[in-house]
């Protein structure tokens, strides 16, 4: 007997010991977690500014008339402050770069929790309904996370395991370059944003380089993604069941890239097919002047600070007219 009450006291000793050693581990991890993160967010410009944007976001500073929906065309191309400035409107741009519209529903789908725009502009390209393999711009999402919307719009794409999404501080193993920034942010002060109620006019211009690398492009057949179809016909009527106006834009692309999609125009169909059964206004600019010009461009998709202000001018004076 006083064997086996010996046993059982080291057994019980030992189970002890291994409950501390996991409470332990799970509480350095949650706080390593926390503070890392922590220090992530407060980069402004780090992952293509992307991070000012989601704070404004999960902090519910986001309390705009007009929203602006996209990827990248959509944060170079709309100048809140000139579609402000005009339609006497309040406007964030929520663009992401190189995203599908599955990542631009996820921010969708944050903002309608805590509040409904007047309106919804759609800035439409060619690739958001089209599966993206990985998921692009991946440190976006690091400080954020675990979140069950940030998993269930990511999860079907290369980017994350599982672990990395509900277990803490796993997702920063071997991301040496976060946490050293995670480390820096310590005692740096920045002062400039990268982008400002989600916007970034870029000061570039059409080059020999992005002429030659046009000439060795080659054509592209974009294949939709049923699926994306779907969600992004079901975001234009979540909105309009909320009462909130959407409006579609195409915003201007320099004829030489319009050319390399093969099937740019039944994609634009598509869209257009929405627009109808949603009693939508769409606005394409393909056909508009600047698109013949390379003034305006620093590649061929994506319009420099000239075009952005030229065209949000044009955009918003349209707005305007229908309010």
């Known amino acids: 007997n006083s064997l086996k009450l010996y046993l059982f006291s080291v057994l019980k000793g030992f189970i002890q010991h291994i409950i501390l050693f996991i409470a332990l581990f799970v509480i350095l991890s949650v706080g390593i977690d926390i503070w890392i993160s922590h220090q992530l967010r407060k980069s402004k410009t780090y992952s293509a500014g992307e991070y000012a944007v989601w704070n404004d976001i999960f902090a519910d500073r986001i309390h705009h008339d007009i929203l602006i929906y996209g990827s990248s065309r959509a944060w170079v191309h709309f100048s809140p402050y000139i579609i402000d400035s005009i339609t006497k409107l309040s406007t964030y741009n929520m663009g992401l770069d190189g995203q599908s519209f599955e990542v631009q529903y996820l921010r969708h789908t944050k903002i309608f929790k805590r509040h409904i725009p007047k309106i ?16 692009y711009n991946v440190e976006q999402f690091l400080p954020y996370m675990p979140d069950y919307d940030i998993w269930k719009y990511t999860h079907r794409n290369k980017g994350f395991t ?19 920034l ?8 920045q002062t400039k944003l990268y982008r400002n109620k989600g916007y970034k006019p870029i000061d570039a211009y059409w080059s020999k380089q992005v002429e030659e690398n046009l000439q060795k492009k080659k054509e592209r057949y974009v294949v939709i993604d049923s699926t994306l179809k779907m969600l992004f016909e079901r ?4 909105c309009i069941a909320k009462q909130v106006r959407v409006y579609f834009v195409y915003s201007p692309e320099h004829i030489l890239g319009q050319k390399h999609i093969v099937n740019r125009d039944s994609i ?4 257009s ?4 059964k949603y009693n939508v206004r769409f606005y394409d600019f393909s056909s508009d002047a600047m698109c013949l010009s390379t003034k305006y461009f620093y590649n ?4 420099n600070s000239v075009g952005s202000e030229l065209f949000s001018k044009k955009l918003a004076d349209s707005l305007a007219l229908t309010f």
């Open 300 to 303: 061929a998709s994506h319009l």
């Open 182 to 189: 995670a480390i820096s942010q310590i005692d740096s002060v």
């Open 268 to 271: 634009l169909t598509i869209y």
């Open 120 to 135: 919804v502009i759609f800035s439409l390209d060619v690739f958001s309904l089209e599966r993206d393999t990985d998921i």
């Open 273 to 276: 097919q929405i627009a109808k």
């Open 235 to 238: 975001c234009v009527a979540e």
């Open 162 to 180: 599982i672990f990395d999404y509900w277990l803490p501080a796993i997702r920063y193993a071997g991301r040496r370059k976060e946490i050293s």
